[in-house]
């Protein structure tokens, strides 16, 4: 029943595919990932008159470097906002702010976690309370509660005219919350940390980080962010975006291959186009459109 539930709602928008594409010619929003893995997370997200970096967890030297790739200067940039405290999310902000004091929307507790060190001279940090919806520029901004082991984490999801993405990273379990927030976008970044069977048989890693990474509060394996990318294809999902792969538990194949299997099992595989984002490369510049 599930599985003709998603095939008629693939074919409907298989058949409108032709004609929206003629309507709606010109993207809104596109989002770049800058970089992504245990290491460090950075992306772009720009409108015709809005840029936003979310999280700045590469160097300023490296987040620069890439941003002018897509022919951006962090200059241009409206704000940052940052989905938690953790070091892969925040480090190259006290060098990027330095010369260009650009506004930092974070929450109020992740705000007093910085406050002491990546924040502590910044002069503009714009507070608000996990949940908020808030406006830049032409770029409505949805927060939510995310659970993960910081202090305040958020995902968010990002509209700009009819269009919206998610970004859901960092998370140990993908909560109601968290599902009904993204559940009609049409791009989804989402973290697939680990490959499950990998991270068991690692022999460096002592077992109570295992537990940790493992727990409600750790990170999504490659398997939950594939059983939340199956639940969202009758509501409009057309790619999924991967991001945040551990280095040593998980590779792009291992989890390309989890999510595009688990597509497959329901007829899905062509219907969503699948990323895989990485550490070291600027994935290419995806326009947000729902088709
Ligand atoms: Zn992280
Ligand atoms: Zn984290």
Same mark, same amino acid.
């Given at each position: 029943m599930r599985f003709l539930r998603i095939f008629a709602a693939i074919s409907? =928008? !298989?058949?409108?595919?032709?004609t929206a594409k003629l309507i709606f010619n010109s993207p809104v929003f596109h989002i770049t990932i800058l970089g992504s893995g245990s290491a460090g997370n950075c992306a772009v997200i720009e409108s015709s008159g809005c840029r936003l970096l979310v999280d700045g967890g590469l160097s300023a030297k490296q987040i620069t470097t890439r941003l002018a790739s897509v022919g951006i200067?962090?200059?241009? %940039?409206?704000? !940052?906002?940052?989905?938690?405290?953790?070091?892969?999310?925040?480090?190259? %902000? =006290?060098?990027?702010?330095?010369?260009?004091p650009i506004?930092?929307?974070?929450? =109020?507790?992740?705000?007093?976690?910085?406050?002491? &060190?990546?924040?502590?001279?910044h002069p503009d940090v714009r507070q608000f309370q996990a949940?908020? &919806?808030f406006t830049i520029g032409d770029i409505g901004v949805r927060s939510f509660s995310v659970p993960h082991d910081a202090v305040d984490p958020v995902g968010f999801t990002f509209h700009c005219g009819s269009e919206?993405?998610?970004?859901?990273?960092? %998370?140990?379990?993908?909560?109601?919350l968290a599902r009904e927030r993204v559940r009609r976008v049409s791009t989804l970044v989402i973290e697939t940390n680990h490959d499950e069977k990998t991270l068991q048989a690692d022999t460096r890693r002592p077992w109570s980080l295992k537990q940790r990474i493992m727990s409600i509060h750790g990170h999504l394996s490659n398997a939950a962010a594939a059983t939340e990318l199956v639940g969202l294809l009758e509501h409009g999902l057309n790619r999924a975006i991967l991001c945040h792969l551990s280095r040593d538990c998980n590779s792009p194949e291992l989890a390309l291959g989890e999510v595009r299997a688990r597509l497959d099992t329901v007829g899905a595989r062509e219907a969503v186009e699948v990323y895989c984002a990485t550490q070291k490369e600027v994935s290419p510049r995806f326009a947000i459109r729902s088709s």
């Open positions: 409907k =928008r !298989i058949f409108f595919a032709a200067e962090p200059a241009m %940039l409206d704000g !940052i906002l940052l989905t938690h405290e953790h070091t892969d999310h925040v480090s190259g %902000l =006290r060098v990027l702010c330095k010369k260009t506004p930092v929307y974070c929450t =109020r507790l992740t705000a007093e976690m910085l406050r002491k &060190e990546e924040l502590a001279l949940g908020a &919806e919206s993405l998610g970004f859901l990273t960092d %998370l140990g379990k993908c909560t109601n």
